[in-house]
């Protein structure tokens, strides 16, 4: 016997009934797009790994210790699947040039992949749903996408999730904060754990997003960009707050924040869950007005967010919303095997009407079939036999109320008095 294979660890498959919130989930993020006038764009799961290096940083934790990268056997290329999309967004909008014509509003959908310690809410591939405005300069994109990513919560009945902020400023503000990060923790080296040691001189403003509980005294006195920002990075950050402020959204100035990617500058922000354990960031973003630029296109400002899939559905298990079950109109019972082909067309004309319908298959006596049709929760059983293929009919028997068994006629196409009887159809899929 040939040994079991099994998924890769921390890749996991998604499964019925668990992939009816999943599709449930992607319709609200439709939607969701659609009110904001966000168009779909889809990227290859594989992308140049200098593309990464260059837009994510060469010291960042996914650079340096997380990314799946390959060399390309046929042609030497260095390969990596990707870590994130937001510098592969920017690639294809570079390299397309999209931003001919004005700004664009785009979102995505996928999987992205990185090599850590499997854990709740962390996989090595994981999904998420991103929106990112190009060519927007001011604050006000800032808040449609906070606001944005409100409105969602709000369409999957999700409560308790936390906004902070914080403003990163432009490059100039932050080299003189990085300066006196790095003076302020060379003189308490003896408190630093091995990481921060390692990013002191290459990216000390990674230390302040250390999640040592041993250091997180240290990290609460160290100098805060904030105090440096200038006259354009304070008013940017002061309107984006009086922006949420109007719309009614609560949020904490979190000087802290700082994301895990180099190219974020100005506004930051994310949404945090109590819920979570460890993985408590829900969604996260912010402007990025550099990035084009430095992965070659002409110089235009950014902004966006992403969120994580299982996240969100982790949340959702947890407030017991599940999806309503997408159960059948009706299940067709073939107890005469010349019924065959009109039990087929009679099938293919409910679908077309909308109607969903299951075939039974695999053969079975009269009996088997009908525990089937039970078991599939469909509404009716329709029973092709010997009498009703004679008649040009087929036997309609409730399988939910009860009742006598009714015959009704195929002969139109479709079926109306069949149809009739089936409606209304089985309601679509949503949570309860």
Same mark, same amino acid.
């Given at each position: 016997m040939n040994p079991k294979l099994s998924a890769v660890k921390g890749m996991n498959d998604i499964l019925p009934p668990d992939s009816a919130r999943w599709e449930w989930f992607e319709q609200q993020v439709r939607e969701l797009m659609r009110l904001y006038g966000y168009r779909n764009i889809r990227t290859p799961i594989v992308e140049p790994t200098p593309l990464f290096v260059r837009?994510?940083?060469?010291?960042?934790?996914?650079?340096?210790?997380?990314?799946?990268?390959?060399?390309?056997?046929?042609?030497g290329e260095a390969l990596t699947l990707r870590p994130e999309n937001t510098a592969a967004i920017v690639r294809a909008a570079v390299e397309h040039n999209l931003l001919y014509d004005g700004g664009k509003r785009l979102w995505y959908c996928g999987?992205?992949?990185?090599?850590?310690?499997?854990?709740?809410?962390?996989?090595?591939?994981?999904?998420? =749903?991103?929106?990112?405005?190009?060519?927007?300069?001011?604050?006000?994109?800032?808040?449609?996408?906070? $606001?944005?990513?409100?409105?969602?919560?709000?369409?999957?009945?999700?409560?308790? $999730?936390?906004?902070e902020i914080n403003c990163l400023g432009h490059a100039g503000e932050r080299a003189r904060h990085r300066a006196r990060l790095i003076e302020y923790f060379e003189a308490h080296a003896q408190q630093l754990d091995d990481d921060a040691r390692r990013r002191l001189y290459s990216n000390p403003l990674r230390i302040l997003d250390t999640k040592n509980p041993a250091m997180q005294q240290l990290v609460e006195q160290a100098p805060r960009l904030l105090d440096e920002l200038e006259s354009e990075s304070r008013e940017h950050f002061e309107q984006l707050q009086a922006l949420l402020r109007a719309a009614g959204q609560d949020f904490v100035v979190n000087p802290r924040l700082v994301r895990g990617l180099d190219y974020y500058n100005l506004s930051v922000f994310e949404w945090v869950s109590e819920h979570l354990g460890a993985q408590a960031t829900v969604c996260a973003g912010g402007r990025y007005d550099g990035?084009?630029?430095?992965?070659?296109?002409?110089?235009?400002?950014?902004?966006?967010?992403?969120?994580?899939?299982?996240?969100?559905?982790d949340l959702l298990a947890q407030a017991e919303r599940q999806p309503a079950a997408q159960l059948p109109d009706a299940? =067709?019972? $073939?107890?005469?095997?010349?019924a065959l082909h009109q039990a087929l067309q009679t099938a293919e004309a409910l679908r077309a009407a909308g109607m969903q319908v299951v075939m039974n298959a695999g053969g079975g006596s009269l009996k088997s079939q009908m525990k089937r049709a039970d078991a599939s929760g469909a509404r009716f059983?329709?029973?092709?036999?010997?009498?009703?293929?004679?008649?040009?009919? =087929?036997?309609?028997?409730?399988?939910?109320?009860?009742?006598?068994?009714?015959?009704?006629? =195929?002969?139109l196409q479709p079926?109306?008095?069949?149809?009739?009887?089936?409606a209304p159809a089985a309601p679509s899929a949503r949570l309860e």
């Open positions: 837009g994510i940083g060469e010291v960042t934790d996914i650079v340096e210790k997380e990314m799946y990268s390959f060399t390309d056997s046929l042609n999987p992205m992949f990185r090599h850590e310690r499997p854990q709740r809410g962390r996989y090595r591939q994981f999904h998420q =749903v991103g929106a990112e405005a190009l060519g927007y300069a001011g604050p006000d994109v800032d808040a449609e996408l906070i $606001l944005m990513a409100r409105r969602l919560w709000d369409m999957l009945g999700l409560r308790g $999730l936390r906004l990035l084009i630029e430095q992965i070659g296109g002409k110089p235009a400002p950014a902004c966006g967010w992403a969120l994580g899939i299982e996240r969100v559905l299940y =067709v019972v $073939l107890a005469h095997a010349p059983a329709l029973i092709f036999g010997e009498q009703e293929w004679m008649a040009g009919e =087929v036997g309609l028997k409730s399988l939910r109320q009860g009742g006598q068994q009714q015959q009704r006629s =195929v002969a079926p109306a008095l069949l149809l009739q009887s089936l």
